[in-house]
């Protein structure tokens, strides 16, 4: 009887151990066959450890960026294209994480948990990508040589139109680019000291908190004292409201305006319009914007006001922020992925709209219109003729001897150009210089 019990409770114990190994096979699957299915030694569509076969990538208005022919991966015939959608296209190496060849491998690959890789014969699913390749390669050339980025996106619809990123190379020639920083999307992972753009969150901090703050003025004589340190100013703009402050970009107004709200009211309103958040795009992660000052000291609390003493702002969040003001405090989420569609035809997936609300409606009017007035009364409304741009540059000091990033931040209050844009140069000087001259380039081919 001991003999026959203990062959059961063996017995038993092997289809146990059966049953979970199984269970636990299935649940591996379900949750990780992707990643096997698509791991580089997969020669249904690696070729030594190089990617060959996969969908094709399209832009917005069909031009193909990458496609299989023969079983070899191929890119645009133009290298301009190349160069400028490689951070949204990707590399066959998987460098550019933002890249489709990266992010959107298993369903380029035509994966699904049923079925495995299907894509033998090298068809998998396409990806219609909501870019212009015309307008990227624009943006790609008028960076030029510097070290930036230019995003765009229909702040009606979410599409980005433009996601433009140096340093670049061509992922069809160089298999071991030159160039620090080349595979780095910078308008998702990039992060930067915003410099006079985050006056923006400090303006619509005072507009959500303070009582009358379009009335509200401050003292500025080419500075101002807190706490006994010196707080310098470009201008010597006297006593100066809001909106002429916006105007002048007066830094004694808002170091006053930061100390006038306290670090709490200030961080709750740049939290809502998405700093010390992880943002998604397509489900890309991107890069934090940082404002941290809950233990700064007065001197300090008052520069980030200002946007500097240790503030970061990735380009993307800031991105979404003048989409919301745009569309009356309303931010559709920016997207890339337009649509995937298998190879016959059929539909995978469709992009959607995500909709977050970050500022009232009569706060956003409040802000476009003083955004409007810095165009018209500073950086000159004729260069972008027609779009009615409403903008705020920024010069973002980063150390003693370094030249300071160059920001413009905006978008086009027009029905016909519903674009928001945010443009950064790295160490090209004062806001008003060379990001300006970017969007406006960029801009004009919009029309």
């Known amino acids: 009887?001991?003999?026959?019990?203990?062959?059961?409770?063996?017995?038993?114990?092997?289809?146990?151990?059966?049953?979970?190994?199984?269970?636990?096979?299935?649940?591996?699957?379900?949750?990780?066959?992707d990643d096997w299915a698509t791991y580089p030694a997969n020669k249904h569509i690696y070729s030594n450890g190089v990617l060959t076969k996969a969908g094709q990538i399209t832009d917005r208005k069909g031009t193909v960026l990458a496609e299989t022919k023969n079983g070899k991966r191929v890119y645009n015939k133009s290298s301009d294209i190349r160069k400028a959608t490689v951070h949204a296209v990707g590399d066959l190496n998987g460098f550019v994480a933002t890249g489709m060849h990266s992010a959107y491998l298993k369903e380029l690959c035509g994966y699904d948990p049923i079925n495995g890789v299907y894509n033998v014969s090298g068809?998998?699913?396409?990806?219609?990508l909501t870019i212009d390749s015309d307008i990227s390669v624009a943006a790609y050339k008028a960076l030029g040589s510097?070290?930036?980025?230019?995003?765009?996106?229909?702040?009606?619809?979410g599409e980005i139109i433009c996601m433009a990123s140096t340093p670049t190379f061509d992922p069809a020639s160089d298999t071991e680019?030159?160039?620090?920083?080349?595979?780095?999307?910078?308008?998702?992972?990039?992060?930067?000291?915003?410099?006079?753009?985050?006056?923006?969150?400090?303006?619509?901090?005072?507009?959500?908190?303070?009582?009358?703050?379009?009335?509200m003025q401050f003292s500025c004589k080419q500075g101002v004292t807190i706490a006994g340190e010196w707080l310098?100013?470009?201008?010597?703009?006297?006593?100066?409201?809001?909106?002429?402050?916006?105007?002048?970009?007066?830094?004694?107004?808002?170091?006053q305006t930061a100390l006038e709200l306290g670090r709490s009211k200030l961080t709750a309103t740049a939290e809502k319009v998405g700093f010390n958040k992880t943002l998604k795009m397509d489900g890309i992660k991107c890069a934090e914007s940082k404002y941290e000052v809950s233990k700064s000291n007065d001197?300090?609390?008052?520069?980030?006001?200002?946007?500097q003493h240790n503030d970061l702002v990735n380009p993307f969040q800031y991105l979404t922020f003048m989409g919301g003001i745009a569309n009356n405090?309303?931010?559709i989420t920016p997207y890339l992925v337009k649509k995937i569609t298998s190879s016959g035809g059929a539909t995978?997936?469709?992009?959607?709209?995500?909709?977050?609300?970050?500022?009232?409606?009569?706060?956003?009017?409040?802000?476009?219109?003083?955004?409007?007035?810095?165009?018209?009364?500073n950086y000159g409304d004729w260069r972008f003729s027609g779009l009615e741009v409403c903008g705020k540059t920024g010069t973002a000091e980063v150390g003693d001897k370094s030249t300071p990033h160059s920001w413009f931040v905006g978008f086009c209050n027009n029905s016909n150009t519903p674009y928001a844009f945010v443009v950064i140069v790295e160490n090209a000087g004062a806001g008003n210089g060379a990001a300006t001259q970017i969007a406006a380039t960029v801009l004009k081919k919009l029309k």
């Open 177 to 215: 680019p030159n160039g620090k920083g080349v595979y780095v999307n910078r308008l998702l992972s990039g992060v930067y000291a915003p410099g006079s753009i985050f006056k923006l969150v400090t303006a619509l901090s005072a507009l959500e908190n303070l009582s009358n703050p379009t009335d």
């Open 1 to 33: 009887m001991n003999k026959i019990l203990k062959r059961s409770f063996v017995l038993f114990f092997v289809i146990f151990a059966f049953t979970a190994g199984i269970l636990l096979y299935y649940f591996s699957l379900a949750t990780k066959g």
């Open 348 to 377: 995978v997936k469709k992009a959607s709209k995500s909709t977050t609300r970050l500022m009232s409606e009569e706060n956003a009017e409040a802000l476009t219109q003083m955004m409007r007035n810095n165009v018209k009364k």
């Open 123 to 128: 068809e998998g699913n396409n990806i219609e």
């Open 146 to 157: 510097r070290a930036g980025t230019v995003g765009i996106y229909n702040y009606q619809t």
């Open 232 to 255: 310098s100013c470009l201008g010597n703009h006297g006593k100066i409201g809001l909106d002429g402050a916006l105007v002048h970009s007066c830094n004694a107004f808002f170091a």
């Open 299 to 307: 001197i300090d609390f008052g520069w980030s006001g200002i946007g």
């Open 329 to 331: 405090g309303k931010s």
